[in-house]
C-alpha cells in the first residue's frame, strides 16, 4: 500500500474565492502550502505533482503559470554556471505580491523543472509519532505565524495567541 501524506495545507479565502483560478489551481496551490509548511518553500517537480493528481505534466505547468500569473506563487529558478536549472523551489504568497511590493522579481519564461528532488512528504508530518514520544514540538511556530501573518494581514505576535486564534476558529467549523 503506498504511504499517504499526513500533513494540513491550507487554502486561503483569496485563492479560493478567485473566480479566474479553476478548481484543480485552487487544489495545487493548497498541495503547495502543504508542501511548502517545513522550509516555507515546496520543491516538488511537476512530474511529482502530475503523478499525484493523474494528470499530465504540461497540464500541471499551465496552472503553475496561472498561480504566479495571479500573483499566489512565487517560483525562483537556481542555475549553475552552465545556466543548467538545479532547482526550482514554488513560494505560497496568498496576498498578491504586485498589491503588497514589487520586491520580488519574475521571470516570465521559467521553464519546467523535470529532474527536481521531490519532497519528502512523510518527514513534513507535524504529529508524528517520533515528536509524541519525545514530547518534542518540531513544528516551528514562529516561522509559521510570520508567514500567516503575512498572508492574511494579521499581527499575532505569540505563539500562545496564534493557537487561541487557530482553536477558536476550529472550533467553529472554520
Known amino acids: 500500500m503506498e504511504e499517504k501524506p499526513n ?5 486561503t479565502a483569496d485563492v479560493r474565492y478567485d473566480k479566474e483560478l479553476k478548481a484543480n489551481e485552487k487544489l495545487l496551490f ?24 493523474d ?4 497540464t500541471v505547468s499551465h496552472w503553475l503559470i496561472h498561480l504566479k500569473e495571479k500573483n499566489y506563487i512565487r517560483i525562483e529558478i537556481e542555475r549553475n554556471d552552465k545556466k543548467e536549472i538545479i532547482s526550482r523551489k514554488i513560494y ?8 503588497k511590493s514589487n520586491r520580488y522579481s519574475t521571470n516570465d519564461q521559467d521553464p519546467i523543472v523535470q529532474k527536481s528532488k521531490e519532497n519528502i512528504t512523510s518527514i513534513n508530518n507535524i504529529n508524528s509519532e517520533v515528536d509524541k514520544e519525545n514530547k ?5 511556530y514562529d516561522k509559521f505565524i510570520s508567514w500567516f501573518n ?15 486564534y487557530i482553536n477558536a476558529r476550529l472550533n467553529e467549523g472554520f
Not at 34 to 47: D, E, I, R, V
Open 7 to 11: 500533513y494540513y495545507s491550507i487554502l
Open 30 to 53: 493548497s498541495e503547495i502550502t502543504a508542501l511548502a509548511n517545513k522550509y516555507g518553500y515546496c520543491t516538488a517537480s511537476n512530474g511529482y505533482l502530475a503523478d499525484l493528481y
Open 55 to 58: 494528470v499530465k505534466k504540461t
Open 92 to 99: 505560497p504568497v496568498s496576498t498578491p505580491i504586485a498589491q
Open 136 to 140: 518534542k514540538d518540531r513544528f516551528d
Open 150 to 164: 503575512e498572508i492574511t494581514g494579521r499581527s499575532f505576535s505569540s505563539k500562545a495567541l496564534f493557537k487561541k
